[in-house]
T-cell receptor, first 109, second 114 residues
C-alpha cells in the first residue's frame, strides 16, 4: 500500500523563523509531489508542486525533493502568523493523490 | 485560473434524506474529478475517482450505492449521499485534475445529518 508519512506536529516556530516540514513516501514510482495548505474548516490550497530532484523556490516557499531517499520537504522562510495551518504532503503515482496526515504548523508572534 | 466550486457549502438534513453536492470546474475542463471526505482533525480520505462519461471508481470500504457519483460533463460532477445518517456527517471536498497531474480543490461542503 502506498504510504505518505508526515509528523503530525504541532510544529511551533517564532515569527520570522524558518519552518521546515518533512514528508516521506513509500512508492518509488511516484513522479509528482505537492504541498497543500489547509486552514481549519477550509479545503486544501495548492502551494507548491515539484517533479524533479532538487529545490524549487516560490516566494517564501521552497520545496525540496530527493527521490533516492524518497523524501520531500517544504521550507517556509520568514514565517508569519498567517502561515499557521496544516500542511499536507501529497504524492501522485498515476492520476491519484495519496495524502500524508498533515503537519500542523503554529507560528507565534 | 483553475477554480473549482462546490454547492452547497453547508447543508443540514434529517436522517434518511438524500443530499446532492455539486462540484464544478469553472475555468477548465476536468476529465477526472475526485471526492474526498474529512472528519474533524483527520486527513483527507479519498472516496472515489470520477471520470467523465464513465462509472466512478470507489475506494475500498466506500459504498457505491450509498454515495452516488455522476460525472455528466467535463465541468460537473455530483455526489449524492443517499439515506444519510448522522455518521455521514463530515466535510466533503471535491477536486478536479486540470490535466497537468495537479488537483485543485473545491471549497468543501459541510454536511450535518440530524
Amino acid at each position: 500500500q502506498k504510504e505518505v508519512e508526515q509528523n503530525s506536529g504541532p510544529l511551533s516556530v517564532p515569527e520570522g523563523a524558518i519552518a521546515s516540514l518533512n514528508c516521506t513516501y513509500s512508492d518509488r514510482g511516484s513522479q509528482s509531489f505537492f504541498w497543500y495548505r489547509q486552514y481549519s474548516g477550509k479545503s486544501p490550497e495548492l502551494i507548491m508542486s515539484i517533479y524533479s530532484n532538487g529545490d524549487k523556490e516560490d516566494g517564501r516557499f521552497t520545496a525540496q525533493l530527493n527521490k533516492a531517499s524518497q523524501y520531500v520537504s517544504l521550507l517556509i522562510r520568514d514565517s508569519q502568523p498567517s502561515d499557521s495551518a496544516t500542511y499536507l504532503c501529497a504524492v501522485d503515482a498515476g492520476n491519484m493523490l495519496t495524502f500524508g496526515g498533515g503537519t500542523r504548523l503554529m507560528v507565534k508572534p | 485560473g483553475a477554480v473549482v466550486s462546490q454547492h452547497p457549502s453547508w447543508v443540514i438534513c434529517k436522517s434518511g434524506t438524500s443530499v446532492k453536492i455539486e462540484c464544478r470546474s469553472l475555468d477548465f475542463q476536468a476529465t477526472t474529478m475526485f471526492w474526498y471526505r474529512q472528519f474533524p482533525k483527520q486527513s483527507l480520505m479519498l472516496m472515489a475517482t470520477s471520470n467523465e462519461g464513465s462509472k466512478a471508481t470507489y475506494e475500498q470500504g466506500v459504498e457505491k450505492d450509498k454515495f452516488l457519483i455522476n460525472h455528466a460533463s467535463l465541468t460537473l460532477s455530483t455526489l449524492t449521499v443517499t439515506s444519510a445518517h448522522p455518521e455521514d456527517s463530515s466535510f466533503y471536498i471535491c477536486s478536479a485534475d486540470s490535466g497537468s497531474d495537479t488537483q485543485y480543490f473545491g471549497p468543501g461542503t459541510r454536511l450535518t445529518v440530524l
